[in-house]
């Protein structure tokens, strides 16, 4: 494993934003955790995808999960093997050492992200996460709501993101809170398009290789100023981080990187199944 030891000073503003599934790990949440506790069930997740709100779906399906006896120890059982990648950890770790701020923007839920996070004892990396708002009941049914509920005044966003988030519009709330040297986003599908046109050609979008933000990036690339990095694995993104991190050039200037052929390792076969769950959403 390559030294991951950084000889500049650590900069205290560069905003790291992160989806999680596909993203922080080889996984979609909302599949694993019925993939692994109720194959009927997961089925209609598949047979879902599409059709209906996925939030809504997933509060139904939770419903029905804890009537077939599923507990919360089950779900936290099943979420603590979420697979995490060693170097997707060390990535984060060496973030978070320069002094980077940490977030993850996501449409999975809150229980499954931080139970997850904790599993592998790197919650303490993250300043915040925004995504749909989970919690057990006294039962230990779990309950998920929108993010952005039918309470408010839909978002109307004219990008490709779902009803109840735009991460576009989260991650500019970021943005605008105070100002960031370098802003770093990193996701994988379609509703990960509108938060990267929201970066400026100093910042870098970190693109999962051959899914659906690439796509739109690729058919899009007038909306996209920032530089971007597509990787196929964990490894790329810690190769990735040491190189945006050991950057000496101003940042006030575009940000050289190295090309996709150097930062990439060769494409990996994977599973077909796990790429079309990958474009859900």
């Not at 080889?26 to 599409?50: K, P």
């Not at 979420?79 to 997707?88: I, R």
């Not at 379609?190 to 739109?216: G, M, Y």
């Amino acid at each position: 494993m390559p030294s991951t030891t950084i000889s500049s000073a650590p900069l205290s503003k560069r905003l790291f934003v992160f989806d999680f599934d596909w993203t922080l790990i080889d996984a979609d949440s909302d599949h694993f955790v019925f993939e692994h506790l109720c194959e009927e069930l997961y089925q209609v997740q598949l047979d879902a995808v599409g059709k209906v709100q996925w939030t809504d779906l997933q509060q139904r399906l939770l419903g029905e999960l804890y009537d077939r006896g599923v507990s919360r120890e089950d779900i936290e059982r099943t979420l603590g093997q979420v697979p995490f990648a060693p170097e997707m950890i060390e990535a984060l770790r060496l973030m978070k050492s320069q002094g980077a701020e940490l977030y993850i923007l996501s449409d999975a839920n809150t229980v499954y992200i931080e139970t997850a996070l904790k599993a592998h004892n790197i919650d303490q990396l993250f300043t915040r996460i925004i995504t749909n708002p989970a919690a057990f009941d006294e039962r230990g049914r779990l309950n998920v709501v929108r993010f952005h509920g039918l309470d408010k005044e839909p978002h109307n966003c004219p990008l490709p993101c779902q009803p109840n988030l735009c991460k576009g519009l989260e991650l500019q709330k970021l943005i605008d809170a105070q100002s960031w040297e370098q802003v770093i986003y990193m996701g994988d599908s379609t509703n990960d398009f509108c938060p990267s046109t929201r970066l400026q050609n100093k910042d870098v979008v970190l693109a999962r290789r051959d899914l659906l933000l690439q796509k739109e990036i690729t058919e899009n690339p007038h909306l996209v100023k920032a530089n971007v990095i597509y990787w196929n694995n964990a490894k790329d993104v810690l190769k990735a981080t040491q190189s945006i991190l050991g950057s000496t050039l101003s940042l006030s200037m575009p940000l050289t990187l190295p090309t996709s052929a150097e930062i990439l390792s060769p494409v990996e076969s994977s599973d077909s199944k796990a790429r079309v769950q990958a474009v859900r959403a």
